[in-house]
């Protein structure tokens, strides 16, 4: 179990992969603290299984830094990394004053989605002395910008780009980088050709560990799914079923009695 991020290179090395999810909340939070998870993300996809917005681009700083001060109060152990939302690292000034202020909140990393191009955001994040950690592939906050999610890395040229971007993300100091629904082909040889350590989501098994968003993993969020993430239990169901009993025995005068 991670207890530190400075023990990534080591589990990039010697394993075993690490395991990573989401939390917004604090008894989420805390379950998967208690569960032995490596990483805890407050990611942005707050904004649809949470929020219920079309997608991302549509959570603030204020969103963010709610959420986190609910999960920092439920995580002792594992590393907990933060967001930066749609707009919010605009600037190399912008990205550090708002990655401080998610560590405010109780970010021990902050996370931003691109490449290249915001490596003066990832350095400026890095000069203030906050972990980051860097997000390529399908980038959700640009899903009106690219007509929809695209697996990436289909084509050499396209590989070629995401090998540069993680490794100019690698070069600035990155201490993690997503790899989000990727060939698989691709992630591998971003794997073995960066220090930092890369965390797959739909991006295949060659990766140093897995990171699912937790309603997709608990099947707290039936109304989509994506293919790659296997749900491991079906809160959904359960929790309408609870419900369900709960409306009957308030409506059947012989039902169960309430306080
Ligand atoms: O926002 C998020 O949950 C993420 C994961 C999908 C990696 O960035």
């Known amino acids: 179990m991670l207890t530190s991020l400075q023990d990534l290179p080591h589990r990039k090395k010697d394993g075993p992969p690490l ?35 079309p997608d991302t ?3 603030t700083m ?3 830094l709610h959420h986190l001060a609910a999960v920092r109060r439920g995580v002792v152990r594992a590393p907990v990394i933060g967001d930066l939302p749609y707009h919010s690292y605009r600037t190399p000034g912008v990205a550090a004053q708002n990655a401080r ?4 909140a109780g970010a021990d990393a902050v996370k931003l989605e691109g490449g290249a191009d915001f490596v003066p955001q990832a350095r400026a994040i890095i000069q203030a002395g906050i972990p980051f950690v860097g997000h390529i ?8 910008e690219e007509g929809g999610y695209k697996k990436k890395g289909r084509t050499p040229e396209d590989a070629a780009r995401l090998l540069a971007d993680a490794r100019a993300l690698d070069d600035a100091g990155a201490c993690a980088i997503v790899l989000e629904s990727m060939m698989h082909d691709a992630a591998a040889v971003i794997t073995r050709q960066v220090s930092a350590s890369t965390i797959g989501i739909g991006a295949g098994p060659a990766t140093d560990g897995q990171v699912l968003v937790t309603h997709d ?12 993430a296997k749900a491991r239990a079906d809160i959904a169901a359960e929790c309408s079923r609870a419900a369900r009993e ?8 012989s039902g169960e009695k309430h306080g």
């Not at 998870?37 to 299984?49: E, H, P, Y």
């Not at 202020?101 to 405010?104: A, Y």
């Not at 993993?217 to 989509?224: C, K, N, R, S, Y």
């Open 217 to 228: 993993l608990i099947g707290a969020f039936p109304w989509f799914r994506p293919p790659f």
């Open 62 to 64: 204020e969103m963010m």
């Open 101 to 104: 202020r998610l560590v405010e």
């Open 137 to 144: 592939g399908m980038l959700p906050q640009s899903v009106r």
């Open 57 to 59: 681009t549509g959570v």
């Open 246 to 253: 709960f409306v009957r025995s308030c409506r059947e005068p």
């Open 19 to 53: 395991a990573v999810l989401t939390a917004y909340d604090y008894p989420l939070a805390r379950l998967l603290d208690e569960a032995g998870v490596d990483l805890i993300l407050v990611g942005d996809s707050l904004g649809m299984v949470v929020h219920g917005l």
